[in-house]
């Protein structure tokens, strides 16, 4: 049974910067692909990151490319989301997700998903 708990969303200023976690008290994700995905009131959900099981694969959107970073650790069956110099329009709930499959997508064509953790940026 996968179960995928986010933590680290909170409210943070314009500029500033926040880690996001997501651990899988359930599995192991050692072989599971990953994404991070965002969703704003009236947006539709949006993949933000998403890496292979390995890590050698990774994908950003163009709207977070070079202020996120998306990382791993196996060992901890856990999943980040570094996120710097943060932006009042990257305000949303974030979700991760895992797949079956070692590559990843940046559709929602996961598996298993979160159940989100707000991240608010103040201007």
């Known amino acids: 049974q996968v179960q995928l708990v986010e933590s680290g969303g909170g409210l943070v200023q314009a500029g500033g910067s926040l880690r996001l976690s997501c651990a899988d008290s359930?599995?192991?994700?050692?072989?599971?692909?990953m994404g991070w995905f965002r969703q704003a009131p009236g947006k539709e959900r949006e993949c933000v990151a998403a890496m292979s099981w390995s890590g050698a694969s990774t994908y950003y959107a163009d709207s977070v490319k070079g202020r996120f970073t998306i990382s791993r650790n196996n060992a901890k069956n856990t999943v980040y989301l570094q996120m710097n110099s943060l932006k009042p329009e990257d305000t949303a709930v974030y979700y991760c997700a895992a797949r079956n499959s070692i590559v990843p997508k940046t559709t929602g064509e996961y598996d298993y998903w979160g159940p989100g953790t707000q991240v608010t940026v103040s201007s």
């Open positions: 359930g599995r192991t994700i050692s072989t599971s692909a």
